[in-house]
């Protein structure tokens, strides 16, 4: 036994044997390899092996090799593409915390600075982005140890989807229980990660919104905690664009505010600036379908325009006379579109089903959200519609395609 | 729960008179309860357990409608299943239910008016419930009246059982009560506690159901393969 262990660099052998072994040149993986035989079986900490394992597998790409034959493992595994995500998520997070502090201080009146803004902000989103990890992760270590699987790695982009979807007023008990609601019946009872036919953390939004719809529409999108000596700007509403879209579309802000994300709305939406760049990110990397994003963009547009035609002609501020463009700023469309309908889980698998799933998500936005005032965030809804029906999508393009292929035959 | 098989065979008759109790009429009567409750294991009646449970009260009533709606319906089907022509035998079934129905609306409407106008079609509705046709068609044409009288009201308890125990987790997270009376104190709301607004919506009935059907199999190992 003792000489199959590996040499390492100073001299010893390798505590662990192959496959397991790495050199221990830095030091976190080296705490991690001293500390790995407590948590194999038969160890005594071998209950929270679930809990070890996706700390480690977190921290390095796992070690495991194949058993038969020559195969190659790319070191791009579901964590590392989490972790994408989670980087292409960062600038709508630092965008949503700055933005928070200014649209408080604008409703006050107050001069402030942007780190002002931006550590307000800090501190308002940080306790929700917790309370999202914490409960969420919680219950799958809860459901990895009772079922004695890893723990999965989904939770990591769920956790920072969800705040980043909710309104920054939003009670953190809230937030606790739509993370339970979107772990166990969104994620749990089908199987875990990667077997949701629905995006999690847009589930968690859509319970908030139907269980708690005064906390997830009218007055709530701006933190208004007092400011001592100042009072609330005569002018001020608390009503976000989609609200003036309804009434009277001409009161909806510049397109440029809207574009670089300087109004009311949930945390991590208001900036379609801070998608473009997160959309970029999941692009480049291959992580994100430009597919979905591309195909969801052409379907508002078009149905945008369909809705200028038709709109009637003696209300000239009827939301239908909307032009097609600013459906893709206004609202949570941008930040839907690069972040929620390119889950590699829940869309559509096919190349061409990415066209017809992303071009049915800006199609139904567009219905919804002119049609259906009760319901202004049409893009969740969409969405979820769309998840729905990915899989009779790709259904009907692999049909088409056999078909195609018998005929040429 | 129970330890013992049911075979599938004890639809056969038996010759022998059989005591009230025997233990096969308890298994005719305990059985729907759990290893072959009607709406978590043959998903029959969904449409009242969704309707009829925002509250208690109006769960309760239709519960107790529905016990004797089937239990009767059984009974008298049975009494008559050497007489009822096959090819004709679903508008007998109808005639028999639609009385029986009839009979619990007007009792409703007489006594309980205000449960009644809660409770609305789905009275009415009875008629067309799933279960009740599918125990005269499954165990009342080809057994005794006493067993079928059983059947019926083990069926009818099962059903009730789901629909009380939907209606008590819609009530309380929707509404903070049960049967009316406030549960949840008003220093719960003043703490910012909010009654959730899903509860209060049809597809809040279908996740508890849903969570009472992954529990009780977790639980039933019978029931892991039935499908």
Redesign the interface.
Known sequence: MHQTLPLLRDGTYCPIPEPNCRESVKPIQRVIDSVKPHFKKGGKLEKFHPAFDALETFLFVPGHTTEQGVHIRDAMDLKRTMFLVIVALIPTLLFGMWNVGYQHYLAYGMQTTLMENFLFGFQKVMPIVIVSYAVGLGVEFIFAILRGHQVSEGYLVTGMLIPLTLPVTI?L??VALSAIFCTV?GKE?FGGTGMNFMNPALLARA?LF??????MSGDIWTDLSPEPGHALVDAYSGATNLVAFDVDYTQMSSVSDMFWGFEQGSIGETSVFACLIGALILILSGVGSWKIIVSSCLGVVGMGLLMNVLAPADIPTHAMHTPAYYHLLVGSFAFGAVYMATDPVSAAHTETGKWIYGILIGVFTVILRIFNPAYPEAVMLSILLMNVFAPLIDHLVIEQHIKKRIKRA | MSTEDTPAADLVKEKKREAIFSKKNIQTLRDPLDDTNPITVQVLGICSALAVTVQVMPALIMSLGVIFVIAFSNLIISLLRHTIPNRIRIIVQLIVVALLVTLVDQFLKAFMFDVSKKLSVFVGLIITNCIVMGRLEAFALSQKPWPAFLDGIGNGVGYGLILIVVAIFREFFGAGAILGYQIVPQAAYDM???N????V?P?AAL?VI??YI?WQRSRNKKLVNVS
């Open positions: 009670p008990w809230m019946l009872i319970f139907f269980a708690f719809p005064a906390y | 910012g506690y909010v959730n607004g899903l509860m919506l597809p996740f849903g969570i992954w």
